[in-house]
């Protein structure tokens, strides 16, 4: 597979079959992670290639369709005017389903009281889980996650961690997490893909 950007080629010949469960993407700044990870739910379209997922080009399925299967998780905070549940409803529905806004918060990590609080008056890492929680409003199989603990001190940052690992045995997600941070990947996945400036290894 192949990948460009701005004239640039930014994944090239990659090869790579990302099992279900926990998975890391990672590498340095500028390797290529973040657009690989956007190519698992059709933000982009490789130049050359395909992406499968469960046997199916990606191309084959309906694209929101795919996204609320494989849902983004982005690394900057964007959460939307209004409540945490108004968020939240806001991703629900647009695929189609009635949130339990308690459960959907919970199992972000977040108590139900934050339901009713204004979502841009949040601390980030406070928004990052709102963002999660959003995500699994859409009732997932995959968790899509770019960075989710770059801007985070690291009592958030263990915080999300065993959030997202809970989630994992819980709920049975699996989840493809971005980071450039190798001792991260080992504490998060059974399986990583590390990206290098002009090389690829899994």
Same mark, same amino acid.
């Given at each position: 597979?192949?990948?460009?950007?701005?004239?640039?080629?930014?994944?090239?010949?990659?090869?790579?079959?990302?099992?279900?469960?926990?998975?890391?993407?990672?590498?340095?700044?500028?390797?290529?992670?973040?657009?690989?990870?956007?190519?698992?739910?059709?933000?982009?379209?490789?130049?050359?290639?395909?992406?499968?997922?469960?046997?199916?080009? +990606?191309?084959?399925?309906?694209?929101?369709?795919?996204?609320?299967?494989?849902?983004? +998780?982005?690394?900057?905070?964007?959460?939307?005017?209004?409540?945490?549940? %108004?968020?939240?409803?806001?991703?629900?529905?647009?695929?189609?389903?009635?949130?339990?806004?308690?459960?959907?918060?919970?199992?972000?990590?977040? %108590?139900?009281?934050?339901?009713? *609080?204004? !979502?841009?008056?949040?601390?980030?890492?406070?928004?990052?889980?709102?963002?999660?929680?959003?995500?699994?409003?859409?009732?997932?199989?995959?968790?899509?996650?770019?960075?989710?603990?770059? !801007?985070?001190?690291?009592?958030?940052?263990?915080?999300?961690?065993?959030?997202?690992? *809970?989630?994992?045995?819980?709920?049975?997600?699996?989840?493809?997490?971005?980071?450039?941070?190798?001792?991260?990947?080992? *504490?998060?996945s059974d399986w990583s893909l590390r990206l290098a400036l002009g090389g690829t290894r899994a």
């Amino acid at each position: 597979m192949t990948l460009s950007r701005d004239g640039q080629v930014v994944l090239r010949g990659l090869t790579a079959d990302i099992p279900a469960g926990a998975s890391c993407i990672v590498g340095p700044s500028g390797c290529g992670k973040s657009s690989l990870l956007r190519l698992l739910d059709r933000l982009r379209d490789p130049d050359a290639g395909e992406v499968l997922y469960r046997g199916r080009d +990606v191309r084959e399925y309906d694209v929101l369709g795919l996204r609320h299967s494989v849902s983004l +998780v982005p690394q900057l905070q964007a959460v939307l005017e209004g409540t945490v549940a %108004d968020n939240v409803r806001y991703a629900a529905e647009l695929a189609g389903r009635s949130p339990d806004i308690p459960t959907v918060l919970k199992h972000a990590g977040l %108590d139900a009281s934050f339901a009713e *609080r204004n !979502a841009n008056q949040l601390s980030v890492g406070e928004q990052q889980r709102v963002m999660l929680a959003r995500s699994l409003a859409q009732e997932p199989r995959v968790l899509l996650l770019d960075e989710p603990t770059s !801007a985070l001190d690291e009592d958030a940052k263990a915080s999300v961690e065993q959030t997202l690992l *809970r989630l994992r045995n819980e709920l049975g997600l699996s989840y493809v997490l971005v980071t450039h941070d190798q001792e991260q990947a080992s *504490r998060m996945s059974d399986w990583s893909l590390r990206l290098a400036l002009g090389g690829t290894r899994a």
